[in-house]
């Protein structure tokens, strides 16, 4: 044992300092903001492939859960990059951390409500009256803006809508206990469905479709990383490597929800959900180099703007964006 540690300490000795500051030029650690899942996978398949290692990267990819807020990981130097919703990213913005926006892979929102037929909703202004779940941590802000765009008030009354804090499961609308749910279409809507409710019972409403979709998973940084070339040159190829893991999962759906559920260390996932999950995300992403879309950053901005009386963001940001990043990485 002593020997061991000998030549353990030998051998950390002998790492010198431009040893460890390659090591550390080259260390990428990824938050997300949820479990391993198919959400996720152009990470895992770029890791899994080599994607990150042909760019000389070593990556981390960190699950995330109930219990973790990726912008309080990375504000307390727990990761290098991570995941998140551009409402909950740009609130954090607004209320002190310097978030930046590096790359988008989604290009549109998975994010809709599902809705008993049979309460009689044909659209949002049958809300009124209703009771809705809703996720919070972040992810209420669309729903609040959407409902305010529709000068529908969220403190329920016959007039307005009784807002349900919802958690990660289907079971308020299965239980009945809400008119309607939050769901993700790759994700929620499958678990209403395989709860034996058939489609014809549903309706549902895309954000997306409504003009209220906000933007969503894009990869964030601290904006003072930024000053840093070195920083820059590692997420230039984190990015790089990650997109070309993302085309090679929509192209290749089967392979990567299985390399997912290869990292998958709960067991808690099964491969017919993760293809069905991976076959949806594939919609999202498809369409998307993982440059930044001024105009579906504008939207999201202005959606997020329109939140009457208690808006997600008081005003425009300003930096909370750069295609300094994508910029070098496509080409």
């Known amino acids: 044992m002593k020997h061991l540690i000998a030549s353990a300490g030998l051998a950390v000795a002998g790492l010198t300092a431009p040893a460890f ?39 981390t990819i960190q699950p995330g859960g109930p219990d973790i807020a990726p912008p309080q990981v990375l504000a307390g130097g727990g990761a290098d990059a991570m995941l998140n919703w551009m409402p909950s990213a740009l609130s954090a913005r607004e209320k002190g951390l310097p978030v930046v926006n590096i790359a988008q892979p989604f ?24 009771t809705i779940g809703v996720w919070f941590f972040g992810n209420e802000y669309p729903f609040l803006s959407w409902m305010s765009q529709e000068g529908i008030p969220t403190d329920g009354g016959d007039d307005g809508v009784t807002v349900l804090k919802q958690g990660f499961n289907v079971d308020p609308l299965l239980q009945r206990q809400a008119d309607c749910i939050s769901t993700m279409t790759y994700n ?7 709860a034996g409710v058939s489609e014809d019972e549903l309706i549902t409403f895309k954000y997306e479709d409504m003009g209220v979709a906000t933007l969503e998973d894009g990869i964030w940084v601290l904006e003072d990383n930024l000053e840093d070339p070195a920083f820059v040159d590692k997420m230039t190829r984190f990015v790089r490597a990650s997109m070309k893991g993302w085309k090679y999962a929509e192209e290749n759906p089967q392979e990567a929800a299985e390399i997912v559920l290869e990292n998958d260390e709960t067991g808690a996932q099964t491969e017919a959900h993760q293809v069905r999950m991976m076959g949806e995300i594939a919609k999202l992403t498809a369409g998307s180099n993982g440059a930044l879309d001024e105009a579906d950053y504008q939207r999201t901005v202005d959606t997020l703007l329109a939140g009457g ?18 910029d070098q990485a496509l080409n």
């Open 188 to 194: 929620e809507y499958g678990q209403v469905l395989d």
């Open 107 to 130: 290009k549109t929102s998975g994010l809709m409500l599902t809705c008993w037929k049979d309460t009689g909703i044909t659209g949002p202004q049958d809300f009124k009256g209703k």
């Open 309 to 326: 009386s208690d808006p997600v963001i008081s005003k425009a940001p300003e930096g909370a964006w750069t295609s300094v990043i994508t």
């Open 21 to 59: 500051a390659d090591a550390h030029a080259n260390a990428v650690t990824l938050q997300l903001q949820w479990v391993t899942q198919a959400q996720f996978a152009g990470y895992y398949v770029a890791k899994d492939k080599g994607f990150y290692e042909e760019e000389g990267l070593d990556v």
